[in-house]
């Protein structure tokens, strides 16, 4: 059985770090990536890396502060987030594809985490 597992979330103050994990089980997936969803908004992309180390990222939404990356071994994902905002409070959730295509669409997506709360304090 296929199984996303996030961590990593937390409450933290304005300007501070977190990083999210992601460990998948039961199979590997050639993209994996990282969606967030904030109150009364849609859940938008924010990174994705292919098993080869190819990234991808919402600029608009990262501001070059947030690094993605993946242990292939450990058949792991990770958000490593800095300088963070308010407006990062979001509940962040992981994602898997196995098939090429679009990687930014919710829809491209098969497989979802169950979601780890992201709270940002001003």
């Known amino acids: 059985q296929v199984q996303l597992v996030e961590s990593g979330g937390g409450l933290v103050q304005a300007g501070d770090s977190l990083q999210l994990s992601c460990a998948a089980y039961?199979?590997?997936?050639?993209?994996m990536g990282w969606f967030r969803q904030a109150p009364g908004k849609e859940r938008e992309f924010v990174a994705a890396?292919?098993?080869?180390?190819?990234?991808?990222y919402n600029t608009d939404a990262v501001k070059g502060r947030f690094t993605i990356s993946r242990d292939n071994a450990k058949n792991t994902l990770y958000l490593q987030m800095n300088s963070l905002s308010p407006e990062d409070t979001a509940v962040y959730y992981c994602?898997?594809?196995?098939?090429?295509?679009?990687?930014?669409?919710?829809?491209?997506?098969?497989?979802w985490g169950q979601g780890t709360q992201v709270t940002v304090s001003s």
């Open positions: 890396i292919t098993w080869i180390g190819a990234i991808t």
């Open positions: 039961g199979r590997t997936f050639n993209t």
């Open positions: 994602a898997a594809k196995s098939r090429g295509g679009e990687i930014t669409p919710v829809s491209a997506y098969d497989h």
